[in-house]
Protein backbone atom coordinates (compact mmCIF):
# COMPACT_ATOMS: atom_id res chain seq x y z
CA UNK A 1 0.00 0.00 0.00
CA UNK A 2 1.28 3.60 -0.72
CA UNK A 3 2.30 6.39 1.88
CA UNK A 4 -0.59 8.31 2.53
CA UNK A 5 0.79 12.26 2.65
CA UNK A 6 -0.83 14.82 4.12
CA UNK A 7 0.00 18.24 2.21
CA UNK A 8 -0.42 20.97 4.72
CA UNK A 9 -0.47 24.13 2.46
CA UNK A 10 -2.25 27.72 2.21
CA UNK A 11 -2.87 28.76 6.23
CA UNK A 12 -3.19 32.78 6.67
CA UNK A 13 0.41 34.18 6.74
CA UNK A 14 1.40 36.87 4.52
CA UNK A 15 2.47 34.30 2.15
CA UNK A 16 -0.49 32.49 1.70
CA UNK A 17 -1.01 32.60 -2.05
CA UNK A 18 2.88 30.73 -2.85
CA UNK A 19 2.23 28.39 -0.08
CA UNK A 20 -0.69 27.25 -2.12
CA UNK A 21 1.02 27.23 -5.25
CA UNK A 22 4.04 25.03 -3.53
CA UNK A 23 1.47 22.53 -1.97
CA UNK A 24 -0.70 22.24 -5.16
CA UNK A 25 2.58 21.13 -7.30
CA UNK A 26 4.26 18.87 -4.35
CA UNK A 27 0.57 17.40 -4.21
CA UNK A 28 1.11 16.41 -8.11
CA UNK A 29 4.36 15.17 -8.13
CA UNK A 30 3.92 13.14 -5.35
CA UNK A 31 0.56 11.56 -6.82
CA UNK A 32 2.78 11.30 -10.50
CA UNK A 33 4.79 8.83 -7.59
CA UNK A 34 2.08 6.84 -6.75
CA UNK A 35 1.51 8.28 -3.19
CA UNK A 36 -1.67 8.56 -1.72
CA UNK A 37 -2.11 12.37 -1.06
CA UNK A 38 -4.74 14.64 0.98
CA UNK A 39 -4.03 18.42 0.30
CA UNK A 40 -4.88 20.33 3.76
CA UNK A 41 -5.70 23.95 3.72
CA UNK A 42 -4.41 24.66 6.88
CA UNK A 43 -6.81 26.44 9.87
CA UNK A 44 -7.04 26.70 13.28
CA UNK A 45 -8.79 23.82 13.74
CA UNK A 46 -5.66 21.68 11.98
CA UNK A 47 -4.84 19.11 14.73
CA UNK A 48 -8.21 17.84 15.06
CA UNK A 49 -7.97 17.22 10.50
CA UNK A 50 -4.70 15.64 11.03
CA UNK A 51 -6.12 13.16 14.01
CA UNK A 52 -9.03 12.15 11.80
CA UNK A 53 -6.62 11.73 8.57
CA UNK A 54 -3.90 9.55 10.18
CA UNK A 55 -1.53 10.28 7.45
CA UNK A 56 2.06 8.75 7.30
CA UNK A 57 3.72 11.65 6.90
CA UNK A 58 3.13 15.38 6.33
CA UNK A 59 4.22 17.33 3.64
CA UNK A 60 4.75 21.20 4.92
CA UNK A 61 4.22 23.34 2.38
CA UNK A 62 3.52 26.07 4.25
CA UNK A 63 5.70 29.64 4.18
CA UNK A 64 5.89 32.05 6.65
CA UNK A 65 4.89 32.78 10.26
CA UNK A 66 2.61 29.87 12.09
CA UNK A 67 4.18 27.57 9.24
CA UNK A 68 7.64 28.26 8.94
CA UNK A 69 8.48 29.35 12.43
CA UNK A 70 8.04 25.94 14.47
CA UNK A 71 4.42 26.44 15.46
CA UNK A 72 2.61 23.50 12.78
CA UNK A 73 6.12 22.01 13.96
CA UNK A 74 5.15 21.72 17.72
CA UNK A 75 1.80 20.54 16.66
CA UNK A 76 3.30 17.69 14.24
CA UNK A 77 5.66 16.53 17.24
CA UNK A 78 2.65 16.44 19.79
CA UNK A 79 0.71 14.21 16.91
CA UNK A 80 4.14 12.08 16.46
CA UNK A 81 3.37 12.51 12.46
CA UNK A 82 6.77 12.62 10.56
CA UNK A 83 7.18 16.01 8.52
CA UNK A 84 9.21 17.17 5.91
CA UNK A 85 11.92 19.95 6.81
CA UNK A 86 13.09 21.64 9.63
CA UNK A 87 12.53 20.75 13.23
CA UNK A 88 10.77 22.78 15.85
CA UNK A 89 14.14 24.62 17.57
CA UNK A 90 15.52 25.05 14.36
CA UNK A 91 12.38 26.57 12.30
CA UNK A 92 11.76 28.82 15.27
CA UNK A 93 15.48 30.33 15.40
CA UNK A 94 16.02 30.56 11.71
CA UNK A 95 12.64 32.51 11.45
CA UNK A 96 13.74 34.88 13.75
CA UNK A 97 16.44 37.13 11.94
CA UNK A 98 18.36 38.66 14.93
CA UNK A 99 18.29 35.28 16.58
CA UNK A 100 19.68 33.17 13.68
CA UNK A 101 22.46 35.68 12.87
CA UNK A 102 23.92 34.98 16.38
CA UNK A 103 23.98 31.88 16.06
CA UNK A 104 25.10 31.40 12.61
CA UNK A 105 28.05 34.21 13.59
CA UNK A 106 28.97 31.95 16.26
CA UNK A 107 30.54 28.93 13.61
CA UNK A 108 31.95 31.67 11.32
CA UNK A 109 29.09 32.59 8.85
CA UNK A 110 29.21 36.93 8.17
CA UNK A 111 26.32 38.63 8.50
CA UNK A 112 25.96 42.38 8.62
CA UNK A 113 26.00 44.56 11.64
CA UNK A 114 22.16 45.58 12.30
CA UNK A 115 20.07 46.62 15.83
CA UNK A 116 16.55 45.73 16.82
CA UNK A 117 14.50 49.18 17.51
CA UNK A 118 11.35 50.23 18.63
CA UNK A 119 9.34 51.12 15.33
CA UNK A 120 8.28 54.43 16.30
CA UNK A 121 11.85 55.49 16.87
CA UNK A 122 12.66 54.79 13.09
CA UNK A 123 11.01 58.31 12.62
CA UNK A 124 13.18 60.33 16.02
CA UNK A 125 16.77 59.10 13.89
CA UNK A 126 18.13 56.91 11.71
CA UNK A 127 19.50 54.15 13.75
CA UNK A 128 22.51 53.72 11.64
CA UNK A 129 24.01 55.46 8.45
CA UNK A 130 22.08 55.27 5.70
CA UNK A 131 21.85 53.01 3.39
CA UNK A 132 20.32 51.04 5.44
CA UNK A 133 17.96 48.01 5.25
CA UNK A 134 14.58 47.51 7.39
CA UNK A 135 12.98 44.28 8.15
CA UNK A 136 10.61 42.76 10.52
CA UNK A 137 11.97 40.29 12.92
CA UNK A 138 10.36 37.33 11.85
CA UNK A 139 8.74 37.09 8.54
CA UNK A 140 9.64 35.07 5.07
CA UNK A 141 10.14 35.67 1.60
CA UNK A 142 11.53 39.84 1.99
CA UNK A 143 7.84 40.22 2.88
CA UNK A 144 8.12 43.99 4.49
CA UNK A 145 11.71 44.74 3.63
CA UNK A 146 12.67 48.05 3.10
CA UNK A 147 15.40 49.96 2.11
CA UNK A 148 16.01 53.50 3.24
CA UNK A 149 18.58 55.40 1.23
CA UNK A 150 20.63 58.75 1.70
CA UNK A 151 18.16 61.73 0.94
CA UNK A 152 14.90 59.24 1.04
CA UNK A 153 12.43 61.16 2.81
CA UNK A 154 9.40 59.33 1.25
CA UNK A 155 8.48 57.42 4.40
CA UNK A 156 6.82 57.75 7.68
CA UNK A 157 4.41 56.67 10.41
CA UNK A 158 1.96 56.59 8.00
CA UNK A 159 3.63 54.96 4.68
CA UNK A 160 3.52 51.25 4.20
CA UNK A 161 5.94 49.45 5.64
CA UNK A 162 6.94 46.73 8.21
CA UNK A 163 6.69 49.51 11.16
CA UNK A 164 3.08 50.11 10.68
CA UNK A 165 2.86 45.98 11.55
CA UNK A 166 5.31 45.94 13.86
CA UNK A 167 6.55 47.39 17.44
CA UNK A 168 9.85 46.57 16.88
CA UNK A 169 12.03 45.83 13.64
CA UNK A 170 15.74 44.81 12.61
CA UNK A 171 17.68 47.63 10.85
CA UNK A 172 20.54 45.91 8.90
CA UNK A 173 23.24 47.31 7.12
CA UNK A 174 22.78 47.78 3.35
CA UNK A 175 25.37 45.62 1.61
CA UNK A 176 26.02 46.81 -2.10
CA UNK A 177 26.71 44.10 -5.14
CA UNK A 178 25.27 40.83 -6.23
CA UNK A 179 22.76 38.43 -4.39
CA UNK A 180 23.60 34.88 -4.78
CA UNK A 181 21.51 31.78 -3.19
CA UNK A 182 22.89 28.58 -2.93
CA UNK A 183 20.87 25.39 -1.26
CA UNK A 184 21.39 22.39 0.96
CA UNK A 185 19.57 18.99 1.01
CA UNK A 186 20.26 16.30 2.66
CA UNK A 187 23.80 16.95 4.03
CA UNK A 188 25.25 18.68 1.09
CA UNK A 189 25.31 22.10 -0.61
CA UNK A 190 23.78 22.14 -4.33
CA UNK A 191 26.24 22.24 -6.75
CA UNK A 192 24.20 25.11 -8.62
CA UNK A 193 25.00 28.66 -6.66
CA UNK A 194 22.31 30.86 -8.32
CA UNK A 195 22.62 34.85 -9.33
CA UNK A 196 19.30 36.67 -8.97
CA UNK A 197 18.78 39.73 -11.29
CA UNK A 198 16.12 41.31 -10.64
CA UNK A 199 15.33 44.03 -13.49
CA UNK A 200 13.75 46.60 -10.72
CA UNK A 201 14.33 47.39 -7.54
CA UNK A 202 15.49 44.19 -4.68
CA UNK A 203 14.88 40.62 -4.63
CA UNK A 204 11.59 41.50 -2.92
CA UNK A 205 8.19 39.33 -2.78
CA UNK A 206 7.50 40.11 -6.04
CA UNK A 207 10.70 39.82 -7.74
CA UNK A 208 10.51 36.35 -6.34
CA UNK A 209 7.04 35.28 -6.91
CA UNK A 210 6.59 37.29 -9.91
CA UNK A 211 7.47 35.41 -13.46
CA UNK A 212 9.85 37.51 -16.14
CA UNK A 213 10.96 40.14 -12.77
CA UNK A 214 14.28 38.31 -12.11
CA UNK A 215 16.69 36.65 -14.41
CA UNK A 216 17.72 33.36 -12.90
CA UNK A 217 21.81 32.80 -13.63
CA UNK A 218 23.14 29.22 -12.85
CA UNK A 219 25.91 28.49 -12.57
CA UNK A 220 26.33 32.41 -10.96
CA UNK A 221 29.23 33.93 -13.05
CA UNK A 222 31.62 34.50 -9.72
CA UNK A 223 35.20 33.53 -9.18
CA UNK A 224 35.65 29.98 -8.56
CA UNK A 225 36.77 31.03 -4.93
CA UNK A 226 33.42 32.66 -3.93
CA UNK A 227 31.58 30.01 -5.78
CA UNK A 228 33.11 27.55 -3.03
CA UNK A 229 32.67 30.12 -0.54
CA UNK A 230 29.27 30.27 -1.02
CA UNK A 231 28.32 26.57 -0.96
CA UNK A 232 30.94 25.97 2.38
CA UNK A 233 28.90 28.87 4.23
CA UNK A 234 25.25 27.51 3.23
CA UNK A 235 26.16 24.15 4.73
CA UNK A 236 27.44 25.99 7.54
CA UNK A 237 24.55 28.14 8.28
CA UNK A 238 22.02 25.10 7.62
CA UNK A 239 24.32 23.23 10.46
CA UNK A 240 24.69 25.65 12.74
CA UNK A 241 21.00 26.20 12.94
CA UNK A 242 19.94 22.55 13.23
CA UNK A 243 18.09 22.76 9.78
CA UNK A 244 17.30 19.34 8.32
CA UNK A 245 15.80 18.24 4.76
CA UNK A 246 16.08 21.17 2.69
CA UNK A 247 17.21 24.79 2.92
CA UNK A 248 17.98 27.64 1.04
CA UNK A 249 20.74 31.11 1.88
CA UNK A 250 20.81 33.54 0.47
CA UNK A 251 24.17 36.67 0.26
CA UNK A 252 25.11 39.22 -0.98
CA UNK A 253 28.92 39.80 -2.45
CA UNK A 254 29.78 42.90 -3.04
CA UNK A 255 32.00 43.04 -6.49
CA UNK A 256 31.15 46.85 -6.67
CA UNK A 257 33.69 49.13 -8.37
CA UNK A 258 35.76 50.25 -5.18
CA UNK A 259 33.56 47.84 -2.63
CA UNK A 260 34.72 46.02 0.11
CA UNK A 261 34.65 42.26 -1.91
CA UNK A 262 32.87 41.20 1.18
CA UNK A 263 30.31 37.48 1.04
CA UNK A 264 27.37 38.15 3.72
CA UNK A 265 24.81 35.93 4.53
CA UNK A 266 21.10 37.50 4.20
CA UNK A 267 19.14 35.00 5.59
CA UNK A 268 18.06 30.75 6.20
CA UNK A 269 15.15 29.94 4.53
CA UNK A 270 14.05 26.53 6.24
CA UNK A 271 11.18 26.03 4.07
CA UNK A 272 12.08 27.18 0.64
CA UNK A 273 9.24 27.75 -2.28
CA UNK A 274 8.31 24.81 -4.65
CA UNK A 275 6.64 26.73 -7.25
CA UNK A 276 7.73 27.02 -10.90
CA UNK A 277 9.85 29.91 -10.47
CA UNK A 278 11.54 28.55 -6.93
CA UNK A 279 14.79 28.19 -6.96
CA UNK A 280 15.74 24.95 -4.89
CA UNK A 281 13.99 22.82 -7.73
CA UNK A 282 15.86 24.94 -10.09
CA UNK A 283 18.92 23.99 -8.49
CA UNK A 284 18.04 20.65 -7.91
CA UNK A 285 17.40 20.09 -11.60
CA UNK A 286 21.13 21.68 -12.43
CA UNK A 287 22.25 18.21 -10.65
CA UNK A 288 20.03 16.22 -12.72
CA UNK A 289 17.30 15.87 -10.11
CA UNK A 290 13.88 16.14 -11.08
CA UNK A 291 11.05 18.26 -9.37
CA UNK A 292 9.73 14.98 -8.66
CA UNK A 293 12.72 13.45 -7.78
CA UNK A 294 13.00 16.36 -4.89
CA UNK A 295 9.78 16.26 -3.50
CA UNK A 296 9.77 12.03 -3.08
CA UNK A 297 13.62 12.67 -1.36
CA UNK A 298 11.87 15.21 1.02
CA UNK A 299 9.22 12.88 1.99
CA UNK A 300 11.06 9.71 2.23
CA UNK A 301 13.68 11.38 4.61
CA UNK A 302 10.84 12.84 6.56
CA UNK A 303 10.09 9.51 6.83
CA UNK A 304 12.79 7.90 7.76
CA UNK A 305 12.81 10.49 11.14
CA UNK A 306 9.61 8.21 12.72
Known amino acids: MSAHVAVIMGGWSAEREVSLVSGAAASKALASR ?49 YTHSGVMASAVAMNKPMAKRVVAQAGVPVAEDKVVASADLFIADPLPRPYVVKPLDEGSSVGVVILKPGDNSFGPDVDGPWRQNDQVMVERYIAGRELTCAVIGDRATRGVTELRPKRGFYDYEAK ?46 DTEGGTGELILLEVNTQPG ?33
Open 209 to 254: YSDGVTEHVIPAPVPDTIYERVRALALAAHNALGCRGVSRSDFRYD
Open 274 to 306: MTPLSLVPEMAAHEGMSFEDLVVWMVEDASCRR
Open 34 to 82: GYRVTEIDADRDLSRRLVELKPDVVFNALHGRWGEDGCIQGILEVLEIP
